[in-house]
């Protein structure tokens, strides 16, 4: 469990520096999708059972669905060159060796080490509920007016204003 901890961490700095330093949106999209499962997986090696499932459901599940929508929205380049760039098989390549690499060490961790069982301590979701919205309510409600107000500003940027597109009632010369 101690190596699958050390490998798991080091994928996790691997695929942080490839997000940072890749100038592609896609491809720091997956590195940072390969980021977040190594951080889910460091959960488990930790005992922290749910912790790791709610990293691998909310954060690389429903927020990377968010941040690819996104990037569609701001549409950046014409279409032909975004496919040239981003459907290579080569950029496919290194995400996909540093997550097998993951699912070896997660499997051995889980079949060999531990007989079956990923955590030693049973936390339940009512649990994490009462600690979330007990004492940290501000922090979540806060958190969720930040990703509202990212999206939100993703959208004004990538907006296009077309031509002849009249954008309210007033800029027609004051009549409704």
Request: aromatic share 10%.
């Amino acid at each position: 469990m101690e190596l699958a901890f050390y490998v798991s961490s080091l994928v996790a700095i691997v695929a942080t520096l490839r997000v940072i330093s890749n100038s592609n949106p896609m491809h720091a999209l997956l590195n940072l999708i390969i980021s977040l499962i190594a951080v889910a997986m460091i959960f488990f090696c930790l005992g922290a059972g749910f912790a790791g499932a709610m990293q691998v459901i909310v954060y690389a599940g429903a927020i990377m669905v968010l941040f690819v929508f996104v990037v569609m929205m701001l549409n950046l380049g014409s279409a032909q060159v975004q496919e040239k760039q981003w459907l290579t098989p080569g950029s496919v390549v290194f995400p996909a060796v540093l997550a097998f690499i993951l699912l070896i060490f997660l499997a051995n961790a889980i079949f060999s080490a531990t007989g079956g069982a990923l955590g030693t301590t049973d936390v339940t979701a009512k649990a994490v509920g009462i600690a979330l919205f007990g004492p940290y309510v501000i922090a979540v409600e806060l958190a969720s007016i930040l990703l509202l107000a990212g999206l939100v500003t993703a959208y004004h940027l990538g907006r296009e204003d077309k031509q002849g597109e009249v954008l309210s009632h007033r800029d027609e010369g004051g009549k409704r």
